[in-house]
């Protein structure tokens, strides 16, 4: 079984400023991992993936994710934030090929200007 | 448009009512699978199809949900005797060949 705990549940940043947002991850088993964004009573878009390969994952919009085996994470990362950014964004686990996936409960990413 | 359409986008029902939910997949895959969003929570996995055949149902799926797949294309998602609990969004989502769930807009439930 594989859990995800995302450790912040509410960032507030100013516009143009870095942000990162924490995943941490437990799993018996090599994985499959996510993230998406959640704009508000939408459903869920996928940023950015990491399968296997390169650590570091580049997405869309910008952002990029880096994955630490030893660590257990995969933090999302943005150099530079638009209000437009402003949304949930979920990280996602998975243990298998058939892509049931274990979410967190979100980082709510508030974008000020 | 995101290929994965669902439908109702939103629906209110008394306690006590049936309720079902449909989700047309992007054609040519044949993983289909159901969550549960509810408010301030991550999505919850409930169940997934390899085309027709029901793989797996998640301990979330109560005696009341049922989900079908028939023919291996659309799938729907019944809720009996709906019960104020059951109020969250109902996303629907299929399996890209590179390995990504594509998510539907999701089924939002009240139950009054």
């Known amino acids: 079984a594989q859990s995800v705990t995302q450790l912040d549940s509410q960032v507030p940043v100013f516009e143009e400023a870095p942000v990162e947002l924490r995943c941490n991850y437990s799993s018996s088993v090599s994985v499959y991992l996510f993230w998406y964004v959640q704009y508000p009573n939408q459903g869920l878009q996928l940023l950015l993936k990491y399968l296997s390969g390169s650590t570091l994952v580049k997405g869309i919009n910008g952002f990029e994710a880096e994955f630490n085996k030893s660590q257990t994470s995969f933090h999302l990362r943005k150099p530079s934030v638009h209000i437009s950014d402003t949304a949930e964004y979920f990280c996602?686990?998975?243990?298998?090929?058939?892509?049931?996936?274990?979410f967190g409960k979100g980082t709510l990413l508030t974008v000020n200007p | 448009d995101t290929g994965v359409s669902q439908d109702p986008r939103h629906k209110i029902t008394k306690r006590g009512q049936n309720v079902t939910f449909r989700c047309d997949p992007i054609s040519e895959h044949n993983r289909l699978y159901w969550y549960r969003q509810t408010l301030g929570q991550g999505p919850e996995f409930l169940t997934y199809?390899?085309?027709?055949?029901?793989?797996?149902k998640s301990r979330l799926l109560s005696d009341r949900f049922s989900a079908e797949r028939p023919k291996g294309s659309f799938s729907t998602l019944e809720i009996q005797r709906t019960e104020q609990g059951d109020s969250a969004m109902y996303l629907c989502a299929t399996v890209f060949p590179t390995g990504e769930l594509f998510f539907g807009e999701g089924s939002r439930l009240t139950v009054l």
């Open positions: 996602a686990v998975t243990g298998g090929s058939n892509y049931k996936l274990t």
């Open positions: 199809f390899q085309n027709e055949a029901q793989l797996e």
